[in-house]
């Protein structure tokens, strides 16, 4: 338990070969997450090597490229354009739809609020203190637009289905709001917000709205396509002002590509910076990011033009099989259940009978990674095409997983795990910090890092609403940092 700290680095005096850097790094990652196996749930969206290995070639061509400037490499400048068009073709975009390519889902939902905060203060000059309107399943990206760009957040709940509740986005909706914003679908329940309800509301108060299809965009419109019941949620949908959607997903390019787009250019210009005055040049750029690194651009182009209609829908119907094999195996499981029907291959799997964070350290044990959830606690899945391969060994775990959770809530063993997993929380944790946590939560804990982390979900839920969890989480954040 007790790992030596590790001595800091300083700055080599020498290089070393390449030689012993690949070695040393193939050493480093030896405890990482097993996701070319398919042991992991979400961060890789696997659609096997033959694709992967196609896109890193496309990213490995760029790799010096620099989409700063677009006279310099008119490649990429086509290759984004493209994309972008591309895109907006598939989401039902029509003539005037536009946008830019961004380095991630964050970076497209920072740049919508900060277009929406820039539009409005052009066509609706009275509103000085602008809100939004974001349902509580809204990726947190959204907070730290708001929290970035000045920007009241009103976060409303969801119904019994996990989607917006529509009632209350009614109800929120003031003179000071600027924009609401629907999920297509929500991260953490997989469930699409209704967008066309959304999109009326929007239309009657002259809001813009915001769809977050960033893990949605590029499987959707193939399930639909597939046949699967899906709501509409695109530029189909009249009052849809922005959608955001992640190329680095569904769309299996290199991670660092995303796309925002708008219905028509007008909105499009608000997002744009120019500063006329530096020296160094007339400074004009469309996102965040200065330097644009090229070989993402390159990949994203690359794996839609490679891959195409055709190759996502086999794509997609073999993550949507899959997917459907897990619901229907976890049905039969009585001690299981689905938080809601997922509108397509995200999964969270609560439970009534047993701590469900109790079967995630089971499954952890085994090897699998899975993302704990709160309110209500359970655990996520996103799947994707590589699971397709490990589905039956997923099923057998899961299900010897809930046996042994059984037998732990039933022996109360909140000995040896537990003890074993609060000596891994104080080793980082401040004692201040740590002292208070255990006064909170009696004896309870688990150790970030441990396998077993369900006490410690359980005294987080304690402290959860509370100043005391985020000072907790800051001072987690400077230990990992310095680590
Ligand atoms: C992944 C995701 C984001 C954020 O995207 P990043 O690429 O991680 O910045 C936003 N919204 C939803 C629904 C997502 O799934």
Redesign the pocket.
């Known amino acids: 338990m007790a790992k030596k700290k590790k001595e800091k680095r300083s700055f080599p005096k020498q290089g070393i070969s390449k030689e012993a850097l690949l070695a040393q790094m193939k050493t480093m990652r030896k405890d990482d997450a097993q996701w070319h196996i398919g042991r992991t749930f979400s961060l890789v969206y696997h659609p096997g090597n033959e694709i992967a290995n196609m896109v890193k070639e496309a990213y490995n061509l760029f790799f010096s490229e620099n989409a700063l400037n677009p006279t310099a490499f008119p490649s990429l400048k086509q290759m984004e354009v493209e994309v972008v068009s591309m895109v907006a073709d598939l989401f039902h975009g029509q003539e005037d739809t536009s946008g830019t390519m961004t ?7 920072l740049l919508a609020v900060k277009t929406a905060r820039d539009w409005a203060a052009e066509h609706r000059p009275h509103i000085t203190a602008p809100e939004i309107i974001v349902p509580l399943s ?4 959204f907070q730290k637009a708001f929290h970035y760009f000045g920007i009241k957040g009103v976060v409303v709940p969801v119904s019994d289905d996990y989607r917006v509740d529509m009632k209350e986005v009614w109800r929120n909706i003031n003179r000071n709001t600027i924009m609401l914003v629907g ?5 953490p329940h997989g469930v699409i917000d209704p967008i066309e309800e959304l999109a009326e509301f929007a239309l009657k108060n002259d809001l813009l709205l915001h769809v ?5 965009g590029f499987l959707l419109p193939f399930a639909q396509k597939l046949g699967y019941a899906i709501p509409k949620w695109d530029f189909a949908v009249e009052g849809v002002t922005s959608i ?1 959607a ?1 190329v ?2 569904y769309g299996y390019a290199a ?1 660092g590509a ?1 796309v925002i787009i708008y219905r028509d250019k007008l909105i499009r210009r608000k997002q744009f910076f120019v500063y006329t005055d530096w020296p160094g040049g007339i400074y004009a750029s469309p996102g965040i990011g200065g330097t644009r690194p090229g070989g993402a651009i390159a990949a994203a182009w690359a794996a839609l033009m490679g891959i195409g209609e055709n190759g996502y829908l086999q794509l997609t119907k073999k993550t949507l099989t899959t997917t459907d094999k897990l619901k229907t195996a976890i049905a039969v499981m009585p001690e299981l259940h689905l938080i809601a029907p997922p509108d397509m291959s995200i999964l969270a799997i609560g439970s009534n009978s047993l701590d469900i964070y109790k079967v995630g350290d089971e499954m952890s044990v085994k090897g699998w990674f899975l993302d704990r959830q709160q309110y209500p606690a359970c655990l996520h899945l ?1 799947v994707s095409p590589i699971h397709a391969e490990v589905a039956d060994q997923f099923i057998a775990d899961l299900q010897e997983a809930v046996e042994t959770a059984k037998q732990l809530s039933w022996n109360k063993v909140s000995s040896n795990i537990q003890v074993g997993a609060v000596k891994g929380l104080k080793r980082i944790l401040p004692e201040k910090t740590f002292k208070k946590l255990q006064s909170f939560a009696g004896n309870a804990g688990g150790g970030i890092g441990s396998k077993r982390t369900a006490a410690m979900y359980g005294m987080m839920g304690v402290l959860a609403g509370s100043g005391d969890l985020e000072e907790l989480v800051l001072n987690v954040m400077d230990q990992l940092y310095s680590e």
């Open positions: 380095s991630g889902g964050t970076e497209s939902i809204a990726h947190p990206a999920s297509a679908p929500s991260y977050d299809a960033c893990v949605g955001s992640d680095h997903k991670k995303s996103t």
